[in-house]
């Protein structure tokens, strides 16, 4: 199955744009990218998706690289309300069926 | 348009039970996911459900199975409980079982097994 890896945290201050990396050299060419976050003692938030072009969204953005073995998830303009744990799953069909991965993700602090 | 639900909210089970979970998907939603979070760590894929059916699994053993009745909502079961089955169990529903789909997901179950 394919992986996806992602710091395990980042920092970033309040107002300024926030880049968060995740790895998946072994994505299948089928495979779409989501972005979820998780506040504590909540379940996941989607963020943003895509299969091979960037994408933009109200909340962030999503840059995929040409190989498409990494994304960067951005969010603009960091809030308070941002922090949380960011989640860089692949889904897909194979011939057992449906498969979802998450990553571990990375927990963003945002500092005022 | 009412969001995912799922109960109990917390649960305490000793080891060799079994347990029950429940979820209701989001109107309008067909396809249910169940994940499996333990603490500190990412979502587990246990498996997913259309059309009554199961069409995806993620790597968990037999004694986790599953049900979506026709109203699209799913109950999640776990036989003989392990220590190692604590965790937060968390539903997620779609409109469609589409890779490029985005889904909702439930608060969660918090299970707890002694």
């Known amino acids: 199955d394919a992986k996806t890896t992602q710091p395990n945290s980042m920092e970033s201050n309040e107002e300024e744009p926030v880049h968060l990396p995740c790895n998946h050299s072994?994505?299948?060419?089928?495979?779409?990218i989501h972005w979820y976050r998780q506040l504590p003692s909540q379940g996941p938030e989607y963020v943003i998706h895509?299969?091979?072009s960037n994408v933009n969204n109200r909340m962030a953005s999503l840059a995929i690289a040409e190989d498409r073995k990494s994304s960067t998830l951005i969010l603009h303009r960091a809030t308070l309300r941002d922090a949380a744990v960011y989640y860089c799953i692949l889904r897909d069909v194979d011939t057992g069926g449906f498969k979802t991965i998450f990553g571990a993700g990375t927990r963003l602090f945002v500092k005022a | 348009e009412t969001g995912v639900t799922q109960s109990p909210t917390h649960l305490i089970k000793t080891r060799g039970q079994q347990v029950t979970l429940r979820c209701s998907s989001q109107s309008g939603h067909n396809t249910v996911s169940w994940y499996q979070q333990a603490l500190g760590q990412g979502p587990q894929f246990i498996f997913q459900?259309?059309?009554?059916?199961?069409?995806g699994r993620g790597n968990f053993p037999p004694r986790f199975s599953g049900l979506q009745f026709p109203n699209y909502s799913s109950e999640l079961n776990v036989n003989a409980l392990e220590l190692d089955d604590s965790a937060l169990y968390l539903c997620?529903?779609?409109?469609?079982?589409?890779?490029?789909?985005?889904?909702?997901f439930g608060p969660g179950t918090r299970l707890r097994v002694l």
């Open positions: 895509g299969l091979t």
């Open positions: 072994t994505i299948s060419g089928t495979d779409y």
């Open positions: 997620a529903s779609s409109s469609r079982p589409w890779r490029g789909e985005t889904q909702s």
């Open positions: 459900y259309y059309r009554e059916e199961e069409n």
